[in-house]
């Protein structure tokens, strides 16, 4: 997925997994780093001498600040996304739907305290909104789906699914799989319960584990 | 009128049974513990409180859950793995809670702040979070009605104040500050030093001193949160 971050982009990544692509970024891609709580040009992980309690990221671990940053406050941020002024986010994920649904945010289950964060705004205002998840359950279900069956997070706003099996295109035509890694495209059809369609453009090669 | 006291328990004199209480702050950073602490020891009640979270371990706005006195959280993230004592108030029904998506929570109270009646937002369309509420298709997306946040009282940490209650902020600690020190009726600023008329670089203030009606010094509040705010 880092390699796929056009060079110039700014980007926000979400709690967790996703935080992760940071690790993979290069120098010259001269990627800006967007975090919700308030900063752009953010850093790596504070470590030792450098943690610095004013200065966290979404998921509240201490971050470094790059040259070039800036700090803005909570409605400026969100603006930032809102405003579709990211070209990128990266968000973990339930369940996408075939049409870009994202439920990311509540599992629905009785007695679960709801807490939705930041995530329907980043879902809602990036340009991209990229997914990244293992495809299937722990039980073997595809996350993949016709419609989503948790609480949705945001309508038809997921543009790119990244598994561990293949990158998928999804939108309003559907789901295009652009890679897969150590399977075809009949065995993805197979775990996936919505027709599956090949990019014509990228066209299908086996890229091994990722 | 700007006033300036001595200690965070005369700053919070005011805050009444029933008040709403914006609390800034996005985990510790920016957030005024000493504030909270006073808080909660001025024994105020029925409390409607604005914060991102719904307080975390042992200290500041989860103390003042815990003791009760908080009736309903209006934040985006309550459930976190130190929020046990939201979660017991919440799983017991003693305590309301209006859960908003976190830039639909900031833009509600920049709109306070801002003399909006209230705007359409895309963010939270189609979801649970929209229900009941007015949509429209604007400009070929779907769009949610969301209102202004008011509140009483807005209780803020900032590096620095100068005499004219002039602040700026430091680092990402600067969050939900200036947005909640505009929509509040009386804002109250814990801040590290205060400087004189004219200390400040006008070109630098973040929030402009006629936001702010009280400031308290908190010693090293401005820097590290990390033992602020524990309640002894």
Redesign the interface.
Same mark, same amino acid.
């Given at each position: 997925m880092a390699r796929d971050i056009a060079p110039g982009s700014f980007v926000n990544l979400g709690i967790g997994q996703p935080t992760l692509v940071s690790n993979y970024l290069t120098e010259e891609q001269n990627i800006t780093l967007h975090?919700?709580?308030?900063?752009l040009g953010m850093g790596p992980e504070a470590k030792g001498g450098e943690i610095?309690?004013?200065?966290?990221n979404a998921g509240?671990i201490p971050v470094t600040?790059l040259p070039g940053a800036s700090?803005?406050?909570?409605?400026d941020?969100?603006?930032i996304?809102?405003g579709g002024h990211l070209d990128i986010c990266v968000l973990g994920a339930f369940q996408v739907s075939a049409t870009g649904d994202l439920a990311n945010w509540?599992t629905g289950a009785p #007695?679960a305290?709801?807490?939705? #964060? #930041?995530?329907?705004?980043l879902a809602? #205002?990036a340009k991209d909104v990229f997914v990244m998840m293992t495809l299937l359950t722990r039980e073997g279900a595809s996350k993949i789906v016709e419609s989503c069956t948790y609480?949705?997070?945001?309508?038809g706003c997921v543009t790119r699914v990244y598994t561990d099996k293949g990158v998928f295109l999804t939108g309003p035509d559907g789901v295009t799989v652009r890679e897969t890694f150590g399977c075809t495209l009949e065995e993805l059809q197979e775990l996936i319960p919505v027709p599956l369609k090949a990019a014509a453009a990228v066209g299908l090669q086996d890229q091994g584990a990722p | 009128m700007l006033h300036f006291v001595d200690s965070v328990q005369e700053a919070v004199v005011g805050i009444k049974d029933g008040s709403t209480v914006m609390i800034g702050g996005?985990?510790?950073?920016?957030q005024p513990f000493e504030l909270i602490d006073a808080l909660l020891e001025c024994g105020a009640k029925d409390l409607t409180v604005v914060n991102?979270n719904a307080g975390q371990g042992d200290q500041g706005l989860a103390l003042l859950i815990k003791e009760g006195r908080v009736r309903k959280m209006i934040c985006?993230?309550? /459930?976190?793995s130190d929020s046990w004592h939201?979660?017991a108030k =919440?799983?017991a029904g003693e305590i309301e809670?209006e859960?908003?998506?976190?830039?639909?929570l900031?833009?509600r109270? *920049?709109a306070a702040g801002a003399g909006i009646g209230g705007f359409f937002?895309? @963010?939270?369309?189609?979801?649970?979070?929209a229900e009941g509420k007015e949509t429209r298709i604007i400009d070929g997306r779907?769009q949610v009605f969301e209102t202004p946040i008011h509140a009483d009282v807005a209780l803020i940490k900032a590096l620095k104040a100068d005499g004219k209650g002039n602040l700026v =902020? /430091?680092? @990402?600690? *600067?969050?939900?500050?200036?947005?909640m020190a505009a929509a509040a009726k009386h804002t109250i600023a814990q801040v590290t030093e205060i400087v004189p008329v004219g200390g400040l670089d006008p070109e630098n203030v973040?929030t402009p001193g006629i936001y702010v009606n009280t400031i308290v010094t908190v010693a090293g509040s401005?820097?590290?949160?990390?033992t602020a705010g524990k309640v002894a």
């Open positions: 975090t919700e709580n308030g900063m610095d309690e004013d200065l966290i509240k600040e700090y803005f406050h909570h409605a941020s969100f603006a996304m809102r509540h #007695g305290i709801p807490a939705v #964060g #930041g995530a329907m705004d809602t #205002g609480p949705i997070t945001g309508v | 996005f985990g510790n950073a920016g991102n985006s993230f309550p /459930r976190q939201f979660d =919440y799983k809670l859960l908003v998506p976190q830039g639909n900031a833009e109270i *920049r937002t895309p @963010t939270g369309y189609g979801t649970m979070l779907g =902020y /430091r680092k @990402t600690a *600067r969050n939900f500050g200036p947005i973040v401005g820097q590290s949160s990390s």
